[in-house]
């Protein structure tokens, strides 16, 4: 195992016994993004109604309407994926009872210190579900017996459980977990567990796009991997303060599991073999990912694949034309049937219409007002470039298609340049730390040897080495010990 | 409260001593639905792989992708009609706090010996939910101050842990129970509240219709109602060995909760009031019911509604037309694409597959070999009928629609005749037990008093008075003192 650095601020040990959380929301956004990012999610989450982190439990929270609907688009977008592609939905129990939670002491090393108890009143003979392999496994060596019964593949998604003592953040690190999918597979070959993982990039690429987030890649250093796996993948993605999110890993288990829990096949042969395994697995991280990187000191932006109401109408009235305009607003609804549109009809000033709409993020904001009336012409504000425009009443729905999905495509490639802006090639050891002061990712080149590895975090206290670029660089020299190497990886501070 | 009647066997404590379940699965159904039903439920949802109950933990157990499916086609019934209708979906975490659980006694009393505890090793300070009030209401309180917060009409779908004693049967009674919808409602007035439990009931006919099962309903006595509730209209399904159970109820709360979770809002005169509650909830009895009634000692009947698989093509063919025979089956389930259509291309006997496909209950089995090529038609076989008839091939996608419609009226039908048919009039106390032995439900007149509830239940030991018929009838006299009421009641033996 490799010796584990302090990370820069922030992880401290939560102190349990602290005050409960205030039972008072934040009046309005007051944080800026820019300046202070973890205050303006924990403000931004709260006013817009994503979650509610005034349960009296620490570090688990209630999922509001508005935020639940967000986090059903994409777990119903990865259900559609999954199934396509053939992986069977399943469900198993929350309880891992002790005896399987410690059957592989690698995995225990990781959970132990992290679990919630369970049980009768007086005995806990079991944890709460940290991650599914131990509960799941043991049901695996039960199913396998022949090649006929491979591939196995199969997911669930549910709440996992942690007890964590770092410092924990609604949507980035919590208590509860969810909802989670894990999808765990069985091979007879190593060559099938590769191309199962080949094909879990393929899914990941879509869901990325589909929350408009373009995620940094790496592939981890070996001793980062689970204890006797091939290899794990792991996606990264960019928060606004210049650190990144671990958010989702594609392992590749190879045998490890597998003999810890006996599952076992015959071949055509007749010869006993173990099997070979994947899991990948992520959650509620997409929704944190998207919300963190997109929102500005206005509020959310959300993406029109996963916004609840993607078009906002608010009618403009007095007293004299208010049936009218009220009236005209509900025929517009009506044509836009095929969009999640909704009519702002509270009793509020338009000011707090108009600032509300923003706050929640909605992609497009359509305007009637007299003016527009005469002019049968529909006023619409962009949430994410705040730009207005006039669309001709007459081309309603192909505008309103055509800005939904304009909007989703300028901010994925909003995330892909804004990613792309934060990752600078360093050339030596002391520029690294210069780089993520600066809230930016160093790539550079590292010939892949654990001494270079120690030697690259020492003198760069707090950061962490990633992993590797999934390509191939032409050959240069490694930063630490001047060896040629052609691999890259990349260096900055993690959540 | 009312004395506690004993209940017919099977309610023995369980010993959680007892040896772990066998690991081995049964190699064929041999247990007759008319003769063993626990058995053959037991048999049958092993071997058609709806559940696996060789988890590790009692009482729990996994979720096989075929059951998970159609689970999941029930859940996504009821998300669409509480959406329809306006009731927002949240998510509420798992773990109840002391403080909380206790907050109101009727519902601590009825809980404290079922609760699963959790928390950290040495400290469990939680009890994981057995159901969501006392996770929502606290929360409840916060988000209603005025009467614009009213209605708060939101809904939850979970898995509920309850440390069960009576004996424990896979979809009828778990220790881990799900996936389980909660309907929680707040009103201003009572009428508000009386009116969301007239659209609960609409909205569960048509849950009823769409699984094909005609449930009873019923009014319950109103000591048997939670404490301070306005009332709770409760539904049963019929079970093959004559026994009903309880399948969701409707719960009016009245004022119970709010008075103990503090919920209230000034009205428009600026006046404070307690809000008007209902909830309403089921889960995985709606899998059970359906199962349960349609099945025979062929295996599962599978309504098409939820069948994960509603036409299976089975290819007849021998070494010679193979080819053609199979290229043919995979053209038929492309002009069938908008039903859901497997072949079955296993390596083993016409004979096995046919087995199989009838375990498993898929509604309509298409039967295709040489003499069908020759024919121009498709040999359908219907599992509720078990009857066989030929379609032409060019009319084959209006023939599998409107077999598939048929079917799934037919259930429906059936279940409601089997109802109709179980529940006899019983005059005289006397025969109240004989109706019982022959598998049917009494319906009695009762005067609604309690002293009468008691004498019924003391001269027919193991029965229970499950609550009165919603319909008034004409006046009669009440089978245990006499006197004139137009209150008819049901009384059967009960899960």
């Known amino acids: 195992m490799k010796p584990k650095y302090k990370k820069i601020d922030e992880e401290k040990e939560e102190n349990d016994d602290e005050d409960e959380e205030s039972l ?11 300046e202070d990012f973890p205050n303006w999610m924990s403000q931004i989450l709260q006013l817009a109604r994503i979650i509610d982190n005034r349960f009296a439990v620490k570090s688990m929270f209630v999922w509001m309407p508005y ?52 049980g009768q009143k007086d005995k806990t003979d079991f944890i709460l579900r940290p991650t599914g392999e131990p509960v799941m496994y043991p049901m695996f060596s039960l199913w396998i017996r022949g090649a006929s019964d491979l591939p196995l593949r199969i997911y669930e ?20 977990i969810g909802p989670w999918y894990e999808i765990h597979t069985a091979h007879a070959t190593k060559e099938d567990a590769e191309k199962e993982i080949e094909l879990a990039k393929v899914m990941n690429d879509l869901i990325w796009d589909f ?58 042969t007749g010869q006993e073999k173990y099997v070979w395994q994947t899991c990948t697995g992520n959650g509620e991280r997409y929704l944190g990912a998207t919300l963190a990187q997109h929102g500005d000191d206005f509020g959310l932006v959300v993406a029109p694949n996963i916004a609840p109401i993607q078009v906002l109408i608010i009618p403009i009235y007095n007293k004299e034309n208010k049936e009218k305009i009220i009236d005209k607003a509900r025929k517009i609804k009506n044509i836009l049937h095929e969009f999640r549109v909704e009519i702002d009809e509270k009793e509020e000033s338009i000011g707090s219409k108009f600032y509300n709409s923003e706050l929640n993020g909605i992609p497009l904001r359509l305007e009637l007002g007299e003016k527009e009336l005469n002019q049968k012409t529909i006023t619409a504000f962009f949430r994410n470039s705040r730009k207005k425009t ?24 909003k995330s892909a340049d804004e990613l792309k802006a934060a990752v600078v090639e360093v050339k030596n050891m002391k520029d ?3 780089i993520a002061s600066e809230r930016k990712i160093a790539k550079i080149y590292w010939c892949e040897e654990a001494d270079c590895y120690d030697k690259i975090l020492k003198s760069n206290e707090g950061l962490e080495l990633i992993g590797s670029d999934l390509k191939k660089a032409e050959e240069s020299s490694c930063i630490a010990c ?14």
């Open 482 to 495: 001047g060896r040629k190497t052609s691999n890259q990886a990349y260096v900055a501070s993690s959540y």
């Open 24 to 34: 008072i929301l934040p009046a309005s956004l007051t944080a800026k993004k820019s």
């Open 390 to 413: 006039a669309f001709k009443e007459s081309d309603l729905v192909k505008e309103v298609d055509l800005s939904l999905k304009k909007i989703q495509l300028e901010m994925l490639q």
């Open 211 to 268: 929350i408009a987030v373009k995620p940094l890649m790496i592939k981890k250093p070996k001793w980062e991997c689970f204890a006797g796996a091939e290899g794990a993948l792991e996606y990264y993605t960019l928060m606004p303060n210049g650190r990144v999110l671990e958010n989702g890993s594609l392992n590749n288990l190879g045998q490890a599991y597998a003999k810890k829990f006996n599952i076992k096949f015959r071949d055509h």
């Open 157 to 176: 998604t549910v709440f996992s459980y942690r007890y964590e003592t770092k410092q924990t953040r609604p949507l980035i690190r919590d208590r509860e």
């Open 432 to 434: 690294i730390s210069k």
């Open 67 to 118: 935020g639940y609907d967000m986090m059903l688009r994409i777990k119903n977008f990865w259900d559609i994926q999954f199934r396509k592609n053939g992986i069977k939905e399943m469900y198993f129990p929350l309880l891992v009872p002790m005896k399987y939670a410690q059957q592989n002491d690698t995995w225990w090393n990781g959970f132990k210190e992290q679990g919630f108890w369970a």
